[in-house]
């Protein structure tokens, strides 16, 4: 399988190249060649295979001959080692919780892959860099999948102040091999910082650097695992999936697992403030604005790197696109009455992200009473105190592979917003 650069103007390269330069050169996503469609064989017998043995059979077209069999299964088995239930809240809805990984979110499944394959192609070559901007989930998860990786060094940049204090330890509690930097600004301007780098090619000569952001295809391609145990679990076909999206990867994923034969009848991203996308599906064109800050604040992203694959996946028609997704926006006062409300209702306990996902399912199930929805909960409700804890009337507990983190020392080195400075420390 070889994988092009949506720009179109770098060379296509296989998985092992595509993992390792993370970007293409030309700044264009790669995105696979051809999608693998799965045959009928797959989903007669889905429902007796493990986990690890879908994985696999969704991943191996992709990775082709870049990881020999045995290793893959191993590196796939680590990836999915945790719960994904699917969890019944009412008739017609249900939530697959993604949340059960050593960080609580769901972005663990795709940096454990990322980091294994990474620490894989870097056994058999130089030392890399990986650099990363975070609004907080994203961070942590790398963190955590490349804690202790040899041969490779990760650079996180966050936004000061503007992640939860369980981001922040998981993201400035890491071994030596993780540099957690703080960035006095937001979240666009560490991603600003970040591509700069990446455009830097005196810098790029001197080390060598790649992302672990969600454009990567070694976490790109795993976040489609989920959806097939989504579907495994559940006693109906054809459901709608709602995706709580900032970056636009992982709802990207279930559109390609849905190219790969996956029996989805509809898909939903569901939008806090930053609203580009719902304007755009509306006919208003592609217009970011500066990105508004949110009690969802993973999904504060106003120009989604991963859009692009969208277009894509949809061959660029903009109305097969409208038809397969839609697009809705959340007010933060929406979410906090849906997170008080589904808990009155039913007992469950949302996050904010979960929250903006179950909203807007609602309101297409109102409007589609024969369907069955699953909205994605991408982060436990702990990682998110103040809100749910202003809904609930109580702290939650946290998991203990959690609360161990706050007893150790924080590392982390504050800059400004400057590309200069991030530079000085990429080359110390
Ligand atoms: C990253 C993140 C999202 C958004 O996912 P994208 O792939 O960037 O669209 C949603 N919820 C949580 C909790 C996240 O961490």
Redo the contacts with the bound molecule.
Sequence with gaps: MLFFSTNKKSPAVDFRQATINGQAPDRGLYFPETIPQLPAAFWLTMKDKSKEEIAFEVIKPYVGNAIADAELKRIVAETVNFEIPLVQISERIFSLEL?HGPTL???DVGARFMSRCLGHFAADGGAITVLVAT????GG?VASGFDGVPGVRVVILYPSGKVSRVQEWQLTTGGNNILALEVNGDFDDCQRMVKQAFSDEALRSEIFLTSAN?INVARWLP?QFYYFFALQQAAFTKPVFS???????????GLLAFRSCLPVSHFI?ACNANDTVPRYLKGEGYHPHASIATI?N??D?SD???FVRILELMNHDDERLKSLVSADRISDDETIATMKEVYRQYGYVL????A??YLALERWLREHPSEYGIF?E??HPV?FPDSVESVLGKPLPIPDRVSKLQDKPKHSIPIPVSYERLKEVLLA
Excluded: W
């Design positions: 949340f979110a769901f972005k609004s907080g989930d994203t998860a969600s976040q995706v709580p999206s900032g970056n636009f990867g992982n709802i990207g994923a991203a969802s993973a999904m992203v989604p790197s991963n996050d904010p992200h979960g903006v996902a994605l991408t982060a990682k």
